[in-house]
């Protein structure tokens, strides 16, 4: 008897739990909105979870899989989301409705450290928004371009030792010495030496951040199903320790000298010393403090994203051209100019001075978005204009970059490396929002251009001085690693490098 029982409760939880997911994973086909098939419990996301996909290669391929529709509804486990490929759309929600979709709506750990220009959302981005632009105004990034060339030429040194001596290197890791001396130097006033053979304390957290452990993985997956779930776990504070300690460190040293470098720290211990910073809106002032630990949530941000996504861009950039020698010979003559007509040196002004190569950048951009999605939340109910679909406040927008860039209809022959897309006369007929590197909006990187001076300072210096060839380790088709959190290869990116 008591089996019969056992079976017939199995069977009602079982028919229950059917009917609750019909109803869930019916919520956009009752909309009209059309999108892929959802698995229970994992919604659309099984092969993220199974780590055969990242989000972004897994959001870009069904961005391309449904041309033709304006939207595309996704599931995350249980909860909708909406994928919007249309670009009168995502400018419609990107830049004209931005105040109804201000907040990126990224779910975290709950740690201060998200409390920084990237995670942050409501009035806290507001006011840091508004604190932090003037550490990138052209005038700024003009006084940090001696800084940067001292680093420029460590790195030229660095590579000149490893060619000298027959030494292999991976593409990104190369690279990555030098935008970690560049964001030491321009952000904390440190010399890291990251042009070393050795090992410091920054790049080993960088491999912290950017390859998580199992424990952190679990919990990302954990968020995907139940999300907000991973507030209730605590994690390695670490990362947390080390910027607080960085930052701590740094003001004590600066503490009573007048602000001489006028870098990143120099403006956040200036914030600091004002106890509150606050921004005047129409009804009233809003305020924060701007105490050690959200000094240290952005010196964080800063760190990763001048860092690694600089980094995977320059090593994308190096692959192109050993696979097309023509266009690297284009920059090469380009670039030899430039440092004939400034007496060998780079300055702001000269890098103005090279279209060519701001176009391979842009390119290079184009095709291996390193951070290829953009999310943000609906701030209250919203119908989607030229449509019937209204969603509910809280509802999850996402972008693909990825997807537009690899859209044929925007970028014929996309896999095709081509520069030339980028020749201004090309530029005036690009459709606003199907190029989005650096997002769009308000609500766009704030270090765009420090990224792009610091880029084109060390490729230039870096083509200047060595000529990048295939190596038998040179593989023609990148296999991206879904473990990656930006886009990240297997294998890493190895080319043969030589003295010009």
């Known amino acids: 008897m008591a089996v019969y029982i056992f079976a017939a409760f199995f069977v009602v939880i079982l028919c229950s739990f059917y009917l609750y997911a019909r109803k869930k994973y019916s919520y956009w086909s009752d909309k009209g909105v059309k999108g892929p098939t959802p698995f229970p419990i994992v919604g659309n996301f099984g092969s993220v979870i199974l780590v055969k996909d990242s989000v972004q290669q897994y959001i870009k391929t069904v961005h391309l899989k449904y041309a033709g529709e304006k939207l595309v509804g996704v599931y995350r486990g249980f909860q909708p989301m909406l994928l919007v490929r249309d670009p009168d759309l995502i400018k419609q929600v990107m830049v004209k409705d931005f105040h109804k979709f201000q907040d990126r709506g990224i779910s975290s750990s709950g740690s201060r450290l998200s409390q920084n220009l990237f995670s942050a959302d409501g009035e806290m981005w507001r006011i840091l928004r508004q604190k932090l632009t003037p550490v990138f105004t052209s005038r700024k990034l003009k006084e940090m371009v001696p800084l940067m060339q001292q680093c420029v030429d460590k790195f030229v040194k660095y590579v000149d030792y490893l060619v000298e001596n027959n030494i292999d290197h991976e593409m990104r890791s190369l690279a990555s010495k030098y935008t970690l001396d560049v964001i030491g130097s321009c952000a904390f006033g440190l010399d890291l030496d990251a042009c070393s053979d050795e090992e410091n304390q920054f790049s080993i957290m960088a491999k912290k951040i950017f390859k998580p452990t199992v424990y952190v993985r679990f919990l990302t997956i954990l968020d995907m199903l139940i999300p907000g779930v991973r507030k209730l776990f605590t994690t390695s504070t670490e990362i947390l320790d080390f910027f607080l300690g960085l930052v701590r460190n740094v003001i004590k040293e600066r503490e009573g000298t007048p602000p001489v470098r006028k870098d990143f720290m120099d403006l956040m211990i200036e914030l600091r010393e004002q106890g509150k910073v606050s921004r005047r809106k129409e009804d009233g002032i809003s305020e924060i403090e701007m105490d050690d630990y959200l000094i240290a949530a952005q010196a964080l941000v800063f760190y990763s994203a001048g860092f690694e996504t600089s980094a995977a861009t320059m090593s994308f950039l190096f692959y192109e051209l ?174 043969k490098i030589s003295k010009r």
């Not at 083509?463 to 879904?482: A, G, Q, W």
Request: hydrophobic share 35%; aromatic share 10%; with cysteine.
């Open 322 to 495: 050993a696979l097309n020698p023509d266009i690297q010979d284009r920059i090469y003559q380009e670039v030899c100019k430039v440092y004939e007509k400034y007496n060998g040196q780079l300055t702001y002004e000269s890098l103005k001075e090279m279209p060519y190569l701001d176009m391979v950048l842009d390119e290079t951009l184009r095709k291996h978005s390193v951070a290829g999605i953009l999310f943000r939340k609906a701030l209250e109910d919203y119908t989607i204009p030229g449509t019937n679909v209204t969603i509910p406040k809280g509802t999850l927008i996402m972008v693909s970059a990825n997807g537009l860039h690899a859209d044929p209809e925007y970028f014929p022959n996309p896999e095709k490396f081509n520069p030339d897309r980028f020749l201004p006369e090309n530029i005036k007929t690009l459709k606003q929002c199907t190029y989005l590197p650096f997002g769009e909006g308000p609500r766009n990187c704030i270090g765009m251009r420090f990224a792009k001076v610091q880029s084109l300072m060390g490729i230039a210096a870096f083509l200047k001085n060595f000529k990048i060839e295939r190596s038998p380790k040179t593989d023609t088709h990148l296999e991206y690693d879904p473990k990656g959190i930006v886009l990240l290869t297997k294998g890493g990116i190895w080319v």
